[in-house]
């Protein structure tokens, strides 16, 4: 009976310990292309979003993140996968003057503001060399974070 137990208690032991072997490995996977379906999992992650194609073909992301809407754009894909880049952009149709789009760029670095109507905050994701899940992530908190700070921006 003793036997029993022990066994069953390193199989647990066992269990957890390849279930967490896993998970780092996952987490420690490096993607050299733009993955649509990792980049919505995280994206639904900071709010709503949804899979849909461009006028391409390539993949795109509809999403909202503190109310904003917002699109992630895939760049540099084959056959509509594969893609080398992504975009997050976000925009109003109030017109924004090019001295606030530099206001804004002088005080903030990741993610630039451009003058003219629609798009007016993009930040771009390359994933030459590789990009863990972890940095992806941490790249759409960035952007996440932006989110009040582009509001006031445009009021």
């Given at each position: 009976?003793?036997?029993?137990r ?47 194609k461009d ?23 084959k ?25 804004w ?34 790249q759409?908190a ?14």
């Open positions: 009976m003793r036997i029993r022990w066994f069953g208690a390193v199989g647990a032991v066992v269990a957890t310990f390849l279930s967490f072997a896993a998970s780092a490995q996952e987490q420690a996977q490096v993607y050299m292309t733009a993955d649509a379906d990792l980049v919505l999992e995280l994206a639904k992650g900071f709010g709503s979003a949804s899979l849909e006028s391409s073909g390539d993949p795109m992301i509809n999403g909202r993140i503190q109310g904003m809407k917002y699109v992630i754009w895939f760049y540099g894909c056959e509509a996968k594969d893609c080398r880049s992504i975009q997050l952009s976000s925009g109003y149709t109030d017109e924004y003057s090019a001295e606030k789009a530099n206001e760029n002088a005080k903030y670095r990741w993610i630039k503001a451009y003058e003219k109507d629609g798009s007016n905050f993009k930040m771009d994701v390359d994933f030459k060399g590789g990009i863990t899940r972890a940095n992806l992530e941490a759409l960035t952007w996440d974070s932006f989110i009040g700070d582009m509001k006031e921006s445009v009021e």
